[in-house]
Each structure stands twice: as C-alpha cells, then as structure tokens.
C-alpha cells in the first residue's frame, strides 16, 4: 500500500473553468475527506464520506463544489467555475473508522486560479 | 467556540538544543489530538497521537507531546533539534463529528 495518493500535483487554471482532482485513498479506509489549505493557514475541512455516502459538508463547501465517492474507492472533487479565491492545496486524507487510527493525508494539489 | 492555537509563528533553535513548539485547545469533551509536520509543497506526514492513556505520548523521528488536561495544551516536544526538523508544524483536534481542526502552524527554524 503507497499510502493516500492525490492527482494531479499541480493544476493551473483559468478562471471560469472547471477542475477535478482525484484522491485514491488507503485501501481498507472507509472513511474519505477533503481539507483545504491557503497560503499561511491550517488545513481547512470541507467535506467527508464514510464508504459512497458524503456525511457531512462544511459551509467553505459553496454551490460550485461537489464530491463524489461513488464506489467508496476513491474520490472526486470537482470545481465549476473557478475564481481567484478557489487558489489553494486541496488535502484528501483517509481513516479507518473514526480516527482514533489517526489520519493519512495525501501530498495534495495545488490549484492556482489565473 | 471550538479552536486550536498555535501562539508562536516561528520558534529558532540551535541544532542539538532542546525544543518546544506549543499547542493550546478549545475543544468539549476528550478530544484526539495530533501533531503532524509539512515540507514545502508537500501534505501532512503524520507525527503523533493522544488518544486516552499515558500523559507523555511517543512519535515519529524523536519526537514526543506532553498532553495536560487541566491547561488543554498539547505541546510538542524533541530533546535534541536536527536541522531537518525544519519544517512547518501543525496541531490538529479531533472533533466529535470526526473532522479535524488545525491550529495555523508553527514554522520550526534550526540553525546549525
């Protein structure tokens, strides 16, 4: 197992259009989530799934974003619309349960808006 | 409100010399608490865990974390600074709807 895998690295868009980034998590992880981090802060939550069902999304999470976990594999994250503001690294990480396991972040992307 | 702090942005040390890179949490309950470390363009390699148990909890690459229920800190701790401890260091809390917090980092400086 090569841990939480995240693609593509780096992803540099124009504003206006739509983005998708892939997490293939740790095969036995049931549980799925997406952080995401701007320049100078700490990783931000914003949505999680437990298998293919999406449990909870946080209010960052605005009408342009959608996840997607349709096999309880791996994950989708997509962007419609991008705006400046969107410019950030996107984290996946995935748990066995509910974390007491502790848990495993991908590498990331990095989207820059232009 | 539900927070982690990180109150140094920046903490130098001299190679060989002890440090502490501090955590304080705002958080109901017996949360989880972490520590991870990021290097530039990289995601969150994971460091340690407090769960439940013994106070002093053990990590990844000599580091430890001194738990303190009645001051809710969690510091992070290493008895002998490498130059590639230089990294940007993350405190995290587990909430009960399982979704982590962060604090905004602590860079870690050490100078040979």
């Known amino acids: 197992d090569t841990g939480v895998s995240q693609n593509p690295r780096h992803k540099i868009t124009k504003r206006g259009q739509n983005v998708t980034f892939r997490c293939d998590p740790i095969s036995e992880h049931n549980r799925l989530y997406w952080y995401r981090q701007t320049l100078g802060q700490g990783p931000e939550f914003l949505t999680y799934f437990q298998n293919e069902a999406q449990l909870e999304k946080s209010r960052l999470l605005s009408d342009r974003f959608s996840a997607e976990r349709p096999k309880g594999s791996f994950s989708t994250l997509e962007i419609q619309r991008t705006e400046q503001g969107d410019s950030a690294m996107y984290l996946c990480?995935?748990?066995?349960?509910?974390?007491?396991?502790?848990?495993?972040f991908g590498s990331g992307t990095r989207l820059t808006v232009v | 409100a539900q927070s982690v702090a990180q109150p140094e942005d920046q903490v130098n040390v001299a190679e060989g010399n002890p440090l502490t890179v501090k955590c304080t949490y705002s958080v109901s309950g017996n949360p989880y608490l972490f520590w991870y470390v990021q290097y530039p363009n990289r995601g969150l390699q994971f460091l340690l865990k407090?769960?439940?148990?013994?106070?002093l909890v053990k990590g990844s690459y000599g580091f430890e974390a001194e738990f303190n229920k009645s001051q809710t800190s969690f510091h992070l701790k290493k008895p002998s600074a490498l130059v590639s401890d230089s990294a940007l260091y993350f405190c995290a809390v587990r909430l009960p709807t399982d979704k982590l917090i962060f604090g905004t980092g602590t860079r870690l400086q050490v100078f040979p």
């Open positions: 407090y769960i439940t148990g013994d106070n």
């Open positions: 990480a995935s748990s066995l349960g509910t974390g007491a396991g502790g848990y495993t």
